[in-house]
């Protein structure tokens, strides 16, 4: 073969690799055109022992690996992760996911006090209480502050009293925010009732 075709068909071939074709497929394709095998695979040989081909050929595995690397961590994102809340603007949103069993997420400011109310899709509740209004005596914000109690509920039998009341519904849930609001009920009653 004489130099200027060989310079052509060695071009050729480290083009084509270059755009991800395999030598073989590269072979065929100029045996397939009349070139003969031993020309091809001489200019293959020399293609092989240069540098920029040596190191593609070392950067295959470690492409490889990056893409699955990248795959493997989104895949784990998107199947792994728990799904993001929704956000309500309203109570009657947050309601209509939480009956759903959805997650969502619903703040209301009273007064300076931020609850906080989550839904899961395991039919639980959680209501926070986030902050408290610079108003109240320091003793309630101890008392209150970053406290929540969680309720279990079924499907499409969300209590609203749970949103609505302090009090109201915790006969089916835990936490410390219950245990703090019949802390304050049992000490207003004896208040009340003169037994302090």
Known sequence: MDPELKKKVKDYIDKEYHKGFTFTSIEKVLL????????????INELVKEPSIQKLKKGIPF???????????????FFFRPFGYETCDTKECFINLANECKPSVYTINDAGTVYEFKSFSDCTFTK????????????IKEMFLKKSFT?????????????????????????????????????????EKGIL
């Open 32 to 43: 397939d055109r009349g070139y003969n095998k031993e020309d091809i695979d001489e200019i």
């Open 63 to 77: 492409l490889i690996i990056s893409l699955l690397l990248i795959f493997g961590v989104i895949a784990f994102i």
């Open 128 to 139: 926070t209480i986030t902050h408290i209004s610079d108003s109240e005596p320091e003793p």
């Open 151 to 191: 309720c279990n509920y079924e499907k499409n039998s969300f209590e609203v009293k749970w949103i609505d009341t302090l009090l109201g519904g915790l006969d089916k849930c835990t936490g410390p925010l219950k245990e703090a609001l019949y802390e304050l009920t049992i000490a207003q009653y004896k208040k």
